[in-house]
């Protein structure tokens, strides 16, 4: 089977296996998130947190018990990895500096799980599991929270709350995430995965005499990696690693997991605005933008459009062997596409025009499909963006499901998307303007200011991938991609709550003949287009002068 055919067999049975996720899963987490009645297991963590579950919060309310459980959560987290020689399960790893614990302890709680550091050499087990592992699955569930409190915005009418934090955060864990995880984890040790607390220190020799360091939680981790749509490996190499990804039946398997949630939200969205096709037309939108981008992807990658790989018949440097070009492309394209982070491949070693779509999928917004949670929300901003144009072109107050999208809202989708750009061109220009910076480049031209380009858009979409050719652990990379992630993740959260709160406020705007149909492939055409416009707007320079420049050279 040649490399395109192989490609175009692994997109189709991933989209195969996807539809049937869309309706089962999309219909599950419409009922999590609506039902009314509490297991026991979440009373009892309401009542440790002291929480009213039945008490709904307005959206400032529900933006301070987010960000206040995201605090505590760094503190948290920090507090351990400075801690770790005195912990139980530390393995006799000495304190982490305090510049690489900020940087991941921001980078968990903020679901972008950028490592500055090797897991394996770094971190204990008990900073992996009660740290690490743990936040996969809260910065996950608040992803998942806040799409779901924006969409109640949408759904309510005239009304003041949109929702309890804590009752969103505790369904999306104990509902959806822990148990897919759980199920994901035994078929990955099946799979030969490792999971177990021996000693990194032990050797075991496997077939062939080849020596190899084993040990450590991998498989859980695995599983909520790739759910959860999180970066956060336990070994360097992440999913290039044979005990994180050993098969191409578990790479397979990795992909299908990353686009699980983000792929069967917006049928929980149609479900809870009352007209599934408003979903369907959200998933049309993501599934053209994401087919455009794995296509995009495996061409400049199988084409190999430079001299040496093309005498090598594959641009093979980098590339996992195991899952050959296709299965690394199409890797590449879904954990860029989602909020993942996750690698099987070293996209520093993708031609030009390869890397430059990994950092494309990222600057879209991640929005095709997305993150757990981000991804939808993310996509609905740009819906409200395309109607106000749309308004605009016919000289109509836009409106949207039934909302009138006025200038408070208008505004708060523009400050919404601005904060990416702004952090990624600001981060970048800083990073090249000083020699702390300059000193992390491997290489330099146009290729090492893709690499500063890639790390700041990386942290700032909270998607925690790199280039692999970046050295970030010195104290001003870990400083500035630490405040890079933190405003990324938490000021758009906070301008989406906020629009929820003004949607939901609002009475009901009757159909008429001048309402904008939002279901039809030609709204679906105008989302896409708006996504991709504003983003060349924006990123076009830069982009001109790293990849692009590196790819006509």
């Given at each position: ?28 987490l ?13 009373r ?73 550091y ?51 955060l ?81 790479n ?67 590339k ?11 890797f ?25 779509m ?12 997305g ?34 999208i ?35 480049m ?61 949607l ?46 590196e790819?006509?050279?």
């Amino acid at each position: 089977m040649s490399a395109a055919a192989a490609g175009a067999v692994l997109v189709l049975s991933v989209v195969t296996v996807l539809s049937v996720v869309y309706l089962l899963l999309g219909d599950y987490l419409y009922r999590v998130y609506t039902g009314t009645r509490h297991s026991a297991a979440e009373r009892l963590v309401y009542r440790l947190v002291g929480v009213r579950p039945d008490a709904e919060q307005s959206w400032a309310v529900y933006a301070r018990a987010l960000l206040a459980f995201s605090a505590v959560s760094v503190l948290a987290v920090y507090g351990m990895q400075r801690l770790q020689d005195r912990l139980v399960l530390g393995l006799g790893r000495p304190a982490v500096p305090a510049h690489v614990a900020w940087n991941t302890a921001v980078s968990f709680v903020t679901n972008t799980n950028w490592q500055a550091y090797s897991g394996e050499s770094t971190m204990g087990h008990l900073v992996q599991m009660a740290g690490l592992a743990v936040q996969n699955f809260a910065s996950a569930a608040v992803g998942m929270a806040v799409a779901v409190a924006l969409v109640r915005g949408f759904a309510r009418r005239q009304a003041d709350t949109i929702g309890n934090f804590w009752v969103d955060l505790v369904r999306g864990t104990f509902r959806v995430l822990l148990p897919i995880a759980f199920v994901a984890a035994l078929v990955l040790v099946a799979g030969g995965v490792v999971q177990n607390l021996a000693s990194p220190h032990e050797v075991t020799t496997l077939t062939g005499g080849t020596q190899a360091i084993t040990g450590g939680p991998v498989a859980s981790q695995e599983a909520i990696k790739v759910l959860g749509t999180n970066g956060g490996g336990f070994y360097n190499a992440n999913s290039a690693h044979p005990f994180e990804n050993p098969a191409g039946w578990t790479n397979w398997l990795q992909i299908v997991l990353l686009l699980a949630i983000p792929v069967a939200l917006p049928r929980t969205f149609g479900r809870m605005v009352g007209q599934v096709r408003q979903g369907h037309a959200i998933l049309a939108v993501m599934a053209v933008i994401a087919l455009v981008s794995v296509v995009l992807t495996n061409v400049f990658e199988v084409s190999g459009g430079a001299t040496v790989p093309q005498a090598a018949g594959a641009a093979l440097e980098g590339k996992e062997v195991r899952f050959g070009v296709p299965g690394s492309a199409t890797f590449a394209a879904v954990t860029t596409l989602t909020s993942t982070g996750a690698a099987d491949s070293a996209h520093d070693s993708f031609t030009p025009l390869g890397g430059m779509m990994t950092m494309l999928n990222m600057m879209l917004g991640e929005v095709a499909p997305g993150g757990a949670g981000s991804g939808l929300y993310g996509m609905l901003v740009l819906a409200v963006i395309t109607v106000f144009v749309a308004g605009l072109m016919v000289g109509r107050t836009p409106e949207y499901l039934g909302k009138k999208i006025g200038s408070r809202e208008i505004k708060l989708a523009s400050l919404y998307f601005l904060v990416t750009p702004a952090l990624v061109l600001a981060g970048t220009a800083a990073a090249m303007g000083n020699r702390a910076g300059l000193a992390a480049m491997l290489n330099g031209g146009p290729h090492g200011l893709s690499e500063i380009l890639y790390a700041f858009t990386s942290a700032a979409a909270n998607n925690g991938s790199a280039f692999a050719g970046i050295s970030a652990g010195t104290p001003w990379w870990c400083v500035a991609l630490g405040l890079c992630m933190a405003f990324g993740r938490f000021l758009p959260i906070v301008f989406i709550l906020a629009l929820a709160g003004s949607l939901a406020r609002q009475a009901p705007v009757p159909v008429s003949a001048g309402t904008l149909p939002t279901h039809r492939p030609q709204f679906v055409g105008m989302v896409a287009g708006v996504t991709v416009v504003l983003v060349a707007l924006t990123f076009l320079p830069a982009l001109a002068l790293a990849p692009l420049a590196e790819g006509l050279s």
